[in-house]
Every structure is written in structure tokens, then in C-alpha cells.
């Protein structure tokens, strides 16, 4: 009988009956139980009919693919105006990359509330005493304790380094405290009563220019330090010295606020010789208006003791400077106004690399900002990463800005795939990446001539790599700044400002200057001189897609 149910219940089926149809006007099923003002609201209406969930899916769904594909909408194009260049993709269509999209801050409020974060970076001529000042800032603003101090002082004794104790604080590896020369950019931070600082202290020594850029990409305020010291003062200054440099670099770096710190003040040639100082100040003050600085607005000159810290957090009494009636080093600087900041999505240039536990990134968040849950991505390999710990000055957090430098353990990369230059980006908002294109570039220093097929390296955001010059597209007037009529130029010589085609050895992370200054500015150096800065005006590529939008998208097309 048992073994018969199923045939039963199978017999009694009525396969003719009609298809159920579903009354999707019919009211909701309310239970007898439930109270009446209890009971789902009814869908609402659009035109006369009614809305349900289903309706805005295909509506969500694009949104979200719109954002992983990182499109945004057209805008209508213009015909290019005389005298415009128009840059062909590799796909042979006109590309004006368009402004990138705004990712909502869930802080804001927050933010402005919380102290300014500046990045402060110590240029000079070496020896000029970038260290020792790093080393009196920490002291006098509590960071590094008298005890420590006097450990350092005991230690440099031992060495016949005597006056380099204060250095210590920032030169901490065993070559540099020997050789007395920074190699790399030393890092510190101290607060004062406004704002949070972070000290980068850029070598000196020509050999390590390099280094001493990736840490002016860094930076918001620079510091100027010159040795008043007799001759020191004009061997750095000369042709070929760091100081005429590393102005120009900072400058292109984009840098807004220069403080020239006259340093050695109490040295025995000096004597805070109110004479030598306006000297020195006369001689720079030309230098720095024509590597672009307005003097009168951002450039402020000042007379310090490193050693003695006379000057730097207050003014001494008896005061050896009376002419010199401003503030202290340390007032001036916090009473800065706020820097204003890119407002747009997250871009976080690598600066460094290191493994400790994990693959751990450092850099300056430029615009945007990060959080454990952001969705990255690390340019230009396109591969997915996640913050797993993020350091702001060494303290662990949940959540930084831009501005901010950082150090973050990332999941999802090895070290040996990642390179100073690469970007962490925003999943839904790439950077762009791209080999050829073109930019405004102006000589500064170089004493032949520089034609198409010409080689050299160059410094963009913390990116180093090797371009070409493919060739001279027209040549900008120095007075009025427009694009010269005729025929483009055959080849540049010193201060010519050319709009050129270049080309990179490999695809680097890119932006337009006038759409984001930051990734956008850059230096060319050859044989150890820079000769050139520069901005880009044109990229040779479209927008990169993440790699889940780009499968997504071939998947539909194929």
C-alpha cells in the first residue's frame, strides 16, 4: 500500500487545470492578530501607477556599473580653437580627460574641527645645519626629552661629532651620524598649540637630489635653511650649488609657503652681523622671484641659531638681533593660514616601501581619504589592495585625510610588485596612466641645445622615470604666456618655455596640471642638474576601468 502513494497522489493531479495568475492589485494579507496601524504601507504611486522595489533595479544596478567603469557623464565637445592641440589615444579618438568625481567625506565636520595637518620639509646646501634645526624643533617642542638628548650629546663626543648631537634626533642610521650627511628624508613630527606637523628632512649633498624630491612632493611649507657661516653661504649659493636647486625644486613641487632661515647666526665670523644677514637677503631675493615665489606674500626671512635655538620657538632676551622685530619660528609657522586642499577622489602616491609583518606603503594622501573599508585599488598594475592598519605620525587610526602622511599595511600586493610612483587609488575612481604625452615645459638650466630624440629623468608626484622627447609642438611667448604663430621649433635651448610630445620607457600615473596640480607638475634632470620643469597639458590615454568593471564590460560586449 505504501509502495502505491506516490503513483496515487500522482494519478489525482489535474495537469488541464489554467496557469495561476497572481492578482498584484489585491490588498496586503494583514493577520487578524496584527494591529491595523501596524500594517505595510502600501507602494507608492507614479503617474497613476504603482511603484514597487523591482522597478528601480535596472535603475541601482547602472549606477553602480557607471561607478566601477569610472565614466562619467559627456559633456559636449567644442571644435579645438586655433592654435589648440588636440592629443589622439592610441584608439585614434580625441581624449580631454574630464574632472574626476567627488567622493562625499563621512567626517567633514570632524575634520575641521581637528587640529591642520602641515607637512613641513628642510632644504639647503649641505651643512647648512637642516638636521641640527630638525633636532631643536623636537626638544623645544617636548618630542625628544632632555634625557635623550644628553644620550645623543654623550655619543657624539665619543665620535668627535660634538655639535652634531641635535642632528641625531633625525639622522638616526649608523652611516648618516658618521659621514654627518643626511641620505634619507628624515621623518619627526611635533604639535604646537594649532597644528599638527610633520618634519621631513630632505638631504643636501648633490648625490642625493632624488630623495631630496620625493620629499618636496611631500611637502606643504618649506624651510630655506642658509649657512651664514663666511663661504658657506656662497658655495651654496653659486652655480651648481643645492641652494639655487632645491628653490627651483621645491617651487615645482608646488610648494606655497617659504620661510628663509638664516642659520649659524651666532658663529664666530658673524656675530649676528646685521650686515651679513641683509647680504645674504639681497642675493637670494632676485633668485626667488624668478623661480616663481611672491616675496612680499610667501616668503618670509628670518635669523636663527640651530645650535643655540635662539629664534626658533621664542625671541632670546637680551635680543642679538634687535633690527629683526617678527616672530619666532615656531609662532610664524602655526599661524599660517589653512592650506587649501584637493577635493576630490582618493589619490596616495607611494613614497616608500618596507615589509613588517606585511607590505606597508608610506606616502602623503594628496586628495580624498582613506579608511579601513575603502575598496582600493594600486596603480598602475590595477591591483585590488585593502588597508588592513593605517599609521598618521605613528599612531594607529581608523581613518586619515588628505594632507596627511601615512603609512599603511596593505593586503592583496607583494613588495617585489610594488615601486615608488604607483598610486593607491579609489576602486570607483582610477587615476590615469599613460606613456606619451604632452606638456608645457620651460629650460632652466642646460647649456647646449635639446631636440627630439633626447633623454632624460624625470621627477613627477614620487614617480622617477626615464622620458624622450618626441618632438616640438609650438613655442610659448615669455611676455604674454600664448602659443607663438609659425612654424613649431626645431629644437630648445636654456630658458625657452616649448609646449613638447614626450614619452615614457613605461606607463606612469598622470594628470592633467589643470585638473589636478599634484600628479600633474614635474622636473627633468640630466647628469645630475635639473634643466627643466614642466606641467602636463595633454595625456595620450583614456581613464583606466578597475578590473572587475573592465570584465564586466568585455563580458557584455563578446
Same mark, same amino acid.
Given at each position: 500500500?505504501?509502495?502505491?502513494?506516490?503513483?496515487?497522489?500522482?494519478?489525482?493531479?489535474?495537469?488541464?487545470?489554467?496557469? !495561476?495568475?497572481?492578482?498584484?492589485?489585491?490588498?496586503? !494579507?494583514?493577520?487578524?492578530?496584527?494591529?491595523?496601524?501596524?500594517?505595510?504601507?502600501?507602494?507608492?504611486?507614479?503617474?497613476?501607477?504603482?511603484?514597487?522595489?523591482?522597478?528601480?533595479?535596472?535603475?541601482?544596478?547602472?549606477? $553602480?556599473?557607471?561607478?566601477?567603469?569610472?565614466?562619467?557623464?559627456?559633456?559636449?565637445?567644442?571644435?579645438?580653437?586655433?592654435?589648440?592641440?588636440?592629443?589622439?589615444?592610441?584608439?585614434?579618438?580625441?581624449?580631454?580627460?574630464?574632472?574626476?568625481?567627488?567622493?562625499?567625506?563621512?567626517?567633514?565636520?570632524?575634520?575641521?574641527?581637528?587640529?591642520?595637518?602641515?607637512?613641513?620639509? !628642510?632644504?639647503?646646501? $649641505?651643512?647648512?645645519?637642516?638636521?641640527?634645526?630638525?633636532?631643536?624643533?623636537?626638544?623645544?617642542?617636548?618630542?625628544?626629552?632632555?634625557?635623550?638628548?644628553?644620550?645623543?650629546?654623550?655619543?657624539?663626543?665619543?665620535?668627535?661629532?660634538?655639535?652634531?648631537?641635535?642632528?641625531?634626533?633625525?639622522?638616526?642610521?649608523?652611516?648618516?651620524?658618521?659621514?654627518?650627511?643626511?641620505?634619507? $628624508?628624515?621623518?619627526?613630527?611635533f604639535e604646537t598649540e594649532k597644528k599638527t606637523f610633520t618634519i621631513l628632512d630632505a638631504p643636501g649633498h648633490r648625490s642625493y637630489v632624488p630623495n631630496m624630491i620625493g620629499g618636496a612632493a611631500q611637502a606643504d611649507v618649506a624651510i630655506l635653511v642658509i649657512s651664514a657661516r663666511k663661504g658657506e653661504f656662497e658655495t651654496g649659493f653659486e652655480k651648481g650649488g643645492q641652494t639655487r636647486e632645491h628653490t627651483t625644486l621645491i617651487k615645482t613641487a608646488g610648494v606655497k609657503y617659504l620661510v628663509v632661515a638664516v642659520n649659524k647666526m651666532d658663529d664666530p665670523t658673524v656675530e649676528w652681523s646685521e650686515e651679513r644677514y641683509n647680504e645674504i637677503i639681497e642675493k637670494l631675493t632676485p633668485f626667488l622671484k624668478k623661480s616663481g615665489f611672491n616675496v612680499k606674500k610667501d616668503v618670509h626671512f628670518m635669523p636663527i641659531s640651530g645650535l643655540t635655538g635662539s629664534f626658533i620657538r621664542d625671541i632670546p632676551t637680551p635680543n642679538p638681533f634687535p633690527s629683526y622685530d617678527g616672530p619666532s619660528l615656531l609662532t610664524y609657522i602655526d599661524d599660517l593660514p589653512r592650506i587649501l586642499r584637493a577635493d576630490g577622489p582618493l589619490r596616495l602616491p607611494v613614497a616608500g616601501k618596507y615589509k613588517d609583518m606585511g607590505v606597508v606603503v608610506c606616502g602623503k594622501i594628496e586628495s580624498g581619504f582613506l579608511s579601513k573599508s575603502s575598496e582600493l585599488i594600486m596603480m598602475p598594475i590595477k591591483k585590488e589592495v585593502s588597508a588592513m592598519t593605517i599609521f598618521t605620525d605613528k599612531e594607529e587610526t581608523d581613518i586619515s585625510y588628505t594632507g596627511e602622511n601615512v603609512e599603511i599595511k596593505l593586503k592583496g600586493v607583494e613588495e617585489e610588485e610594488l615601486s615608488t610612483g604607483f598610486v593607491v587609488c579609489d576602486k570607483n575612481d582610477l587615476c590615469h596612466v599613460c606613456r606619451k604625452f604632452e606638456a608645457q615645459i620651460h629650460i632652466v638650466d642646460y647649456d647646449s641645445i635639446i631636440a627630439p630624440g633626447f633623454s632624460c629623468i624625470m621627477h613627477v608626484h614620487t614617480a622617477i622615470e626615464e622620458v624622450v622627447f618626441k618632438g616640438f609642438l609650438c613655442s610659448i611667448e615669455r611676455k604674454t604666456g600664448k602659443r607663438a604663430e609659425g612654424k613649431p621649433p626645431r629644437f630648445v635651448k636654456q630658458d625657452d618655455i616649448v609646449i613638447a610630445r614626450l614619452e615614457a620607457t613605461r606607463p606612469i600615473c598622470l594628470e592633467m596640471f589643470s585638473m589636478f596640480p599634484q600628479m600633474g607638475r614635474f622636473t627633468l634632470r640630466y647628469n645630475d642638474r635639473t634643466i627643466a620643469m614642466g606641467r602636463v597639458e595633454r595625456l595620450g590615454s583614456k581613464q583606466p576601468q578597475a578590473p572587475a568593471a573592465a570584465a564586466a564590460q568585455n563580458a557584455t560586449s563578446g
Open positions: 500500500m505504501g509502495d502505491n502513494w506516490e503513483t496515487n497522489a500522482e494519478a489525482q493531479l489535474n495537469i488541464n487545470a489554467p496557469v !495561476f495568475v497572481p492578482n498584484i492589485n489585491a490588498a496586503p !494579507f494583514v493577520p487578524s492578530w496584527l494591529p491595523q496601524s501596524a500594517a505595510p504601507a502600501a507602494a507608492p504611486e507614479v503617474n497613476g501607477v504603482e511603484k514597487t522595489a523591482e522597478d528601480d533595479w535596472d535603475k541601482s544596478e547602472d549606477v $553602480v556599473g557607471d561607478a566601477q567603469n569610472g565614466t562619467q557623464m559627456e559633456e559636449t565637445k567644442e571644435p579645438p580653437k586655433p592654435n589648440e592641440i588636440v592629443m589622439e589615444t592610441e584608439d585614434g579618438e580625441d581624449e580631454t580627460p574630464q574632472p574626476t568625481k567627488k567622493k562625499k567625506d563621512p567626517t567633514a565636520e570632524q575634520r575641521e574641527q581637528a587640529k591642520e595637518h602641515i607637512n613641513i620639509v !628642510f632644504v639647503g646646501h $649641505v651643512d647648512a645645519g637642516k638636521s641640527t634645526l630638525g633636532g631643536q624643533i623636537m626638544y623645544l617642542t617636548g618630542e625628544v626629552d632632555k634625557r635623550t638628548l644628553e644620550k645623543y650629546e654623550r655619543e657624539a663626543k665619543d665620535a668627535n661629532r660634538e655639535s652634531w648631537y641635535l642632528s641625531w634626533a633625525l639622522d638616526t642610521n649608523k652611516e648618516e651620524r658618521e659621514k654627518g650627511k643626511t641620505v634619507e $628624508v628624515g621623518r619627526a613630527s
